[in-house]
């Protein structure tokens, strides 16, 4: 099948459909590794993980072994994981702390910015040897937006802030909640989805399908009632589906449920109730009352193209989808939480996070269980599209419509194409 | 001597009737177990040590929501289980310490192989408990499922009780 026939996409009618080959084909796997995931910016990691000079983490991004370092001059290095020498990998632990960067296998060293300082028997080289055309390797761009570092495999992608077009601002709204700037808390959640990738961008982002796949959840929520004292939110208008512009997404909620940031609900207890009130006004005092409705009452799933989740709503994920197979993704999730919150804020928060999230959580096990479901499916092949095209015809599509999946499929086609661009008013 | 043996002993038939009563997806009799102020906690497989008021981990249950995960895998709506899956759990290594105000501080291995969907792995790991006599029965005020696994690569979810 050519790429162009892939996707059906008739504004007129209504009809948004994608081929299933395109969660199966390894063929399309390879090319969209070319394609979609080698020309954007991919999301390496957070600067709070390495708080001290020689702190270093090691990534695997977009298929790259990688690790990055925060130098003595206190800036954030990203290198190629793989000795300059003969290939060795040269970061060997997940996260550490590094004076000098030794190889392991002839015991090159490098520091922390990466220069080659130490070679045993260097003599034996001739006097010809260059250290400089041996320093550790950078992917070819890196840049950071407000604590998040990116890379691209791209010479040539565009800068970063203008990558990022309308899902900045949705950013912003994130990380302006912390008032001393956010960080990552220790540890992370890793598990493998036995299905492609995309489907997951997708999920994370539809709202249609959050009663009927995570019901239990939502009962258990219920089961602690409402608070509708100092109703914010009724005179609202309902929440948005959003395509922002090279691919990135967005799905925009009223939240009824508890936010740590800044709306209490019965969940987290009586004697959070003052606290997260205090957190409101100082949110009031700063920003007015409209964006500070923005921040606490709306929650928004957000996706930075191809495959960053900014999750905010019981509370902050950040999720990273890193492809593997058609049919296999591995997924990492951190929390990110406001530097000024500790003691009985924080533990809120990191408390209504595992509520819904993680993969011990109340939701996220039926995820990895739909999507793997989706995926056996499809090797039904004769049975050949999926069907996006809920709310098309809706000229202010909700959360439970599916415009911002659309945004997300449209751009991938677009890029499969060898296209860079599309319409950001799309249906 | 012969009074630890039996301690032991008594600590393993507790455990030993715990594994089954998941094993045999008695979940209702397994909560009952626990004492109203137990916690159940199962760290990030990057960070065995994680303290849940401090760091992110998979699960961190107070007694409601511990009964409230029941609840769910009780229902037919707890998609990842539903139908449930086949486990049989093998508990060894069982270490117990008196810790002298009544409770007992025990450690064991565990494996626990979980077959689904044509597809079937091991957890492996270490369970941690704080167990509390009641009568002559003991009650668990604190479970600790620590497990060796690097990551959820086999499973993709902590979706049973470990």
């Known amino acids: ?427 | 001597m012969c009074r630890t043996g039996s301690l032991r002993n008594q600590v393993e038939d507790f455990l030993f009737r715990e594994a089954a009563l998941l094993d045999e997806w008695r979940l209702d009799e397994w909560v009952d177990l626990f004492t109203d102020d137990a916690r159940y906690v199962v760290p990030s497989t990057d960070l065995p040590e994680g303290d849940p008021a401090r760091d992110l981990v998979f699960i961190d249950d107070d007694i409601v929501r511990l009964r409230a995960r029941v609840a769910r895998l009780n229902s037919r709506h707890s998609h990842r289980e539903s139908p449930r899956s086949r486990t049989r759990r093998f508990v060894s290594n069982v270490r117990v310490e008196e810790t002298g105000d009544g409770e007992l501080r025990v450690s064991a291995n565990v494996l626990v192989y979980r077959f689904r969907s044509g597809e079937g792995a091991p957890y492996v790991g270490a369970i941690e408990y704080i167990l509390r006599r009641d009568g002559g029965d003991l009650r668990i005020a604190y479970r600790r499922a620590v497990l060796d696994l690097e990551d959820l690569a086999w499973h993709g979810a902590v979706s049973i009780i470990l």
């Open chain 1, 1 to 427: 099948m050519d790429i162009k026939d892939l996707i059906v996409d008739d504004r007129d009618r209504g009809v948004f459909r994608v081929h299933r080959s395109c969660m199966t084909s390894a063929g399309l796997f390879e090319q969209e590794r070319e394609r979609v995931l080698d020309r954007c910016w991919i999301y390496l990691g957070h600067e709070s993980e390495v708080e001290a000079p020689g702190d270093y983490r090691r990534r695997t991004v977009a298929g790259r072994p990688l690790f990055f370092i925060r130098g003595k001059d206190g800036q954030v290095r990203v290198f190629l994981n793989s000795c300059p020498h003969r290939g060795a990998m040269i970061c060997r632990r997940d996260a550490g702390n590094a004076g000098v960067l030794q190889c392991f296998y002839h015991a090159w060293s490098f520091s922390t910015d990466g220069d080659l300082i130490g070679v045993p028997g260097e003599d034996a080289y001739g006097p010809h040897f260059d250290r400089t055309e041996f320093c550790l390797k950078a992917p070819p761009r890196v840049d950071s937006y407000r604590g998040f570092h990116f890379v691209s495999f791209n010479p040539h992608v565009e800068d970063l802030v203008t990558y990022l077009a309308g899902a900045r601002d949705y950013l912003d709204l994130v990380v302006d909640q912390a008032e001393e700037g956010m960080r990552v808390v220790p540890g992370s959640n890793r598990y493998t989805i036995k299905a492609n990738w995309k489907l997951l961008a997708e999920n994370s982002l539809d709202g249609y399908h959050l009663v009927p796949t995570h019901r239990t959840y939502v009962d258990y929520i219920a089961g602690f009632g409402t608070d509708d004292s100092g109703d914010t939110v009724s005179a609202r208008p309902p929440g948005a589906a959003k395509a922002l512009g090279g691919g990135h997404c967005v799905s925009e909620n009223i939240s009824r449920n508890g936010r740590p940031i800044a709306r209490w609900h019965p969940v987290f207890g009586e004697e959070a109730r003052e606290r997260i009130s205090l957190v409101r006004r100082r949110l009031v005092e700063k920003y007015g009352e409209e964006r500070t409705y923005r921040m606490a009452d709306t929650s928004r799933n957000l996706l930075i193209y191809p495959n960053l989740l900014i999750m905010d709503f019981v509370a902050i994920s950040i999720r990273y989808i890193e492809p593997v197979a058609p049919d296999r993704m591995d997924v990492t999730a951190w929390h990110l939480v406001p530097r000024e919150e500790s003691g009985p804020a924080l533990a809120t928060r990191l408390d209504s996070y595992l509520t819904f999230l993680g993969p011990g959580g109340f939701a996220t096990p039926d995820d990895v269980e739909v999507l793997e479901s989706c995926q056996a499916g499809f090797r039904a092949t004769e049975a050949e599209w999926s069907d996006i095209s809920r709310g098309m015809l809706n000229p202010s599509p909700g959360t439970s419509d599916e415009l911002q999946m659309r945004g997300f499929w449209r751009q991938w086609h677009a890029h499969m194409q060898g296209r860079n661009t599309t319409n950001v008013q799309d249906r």
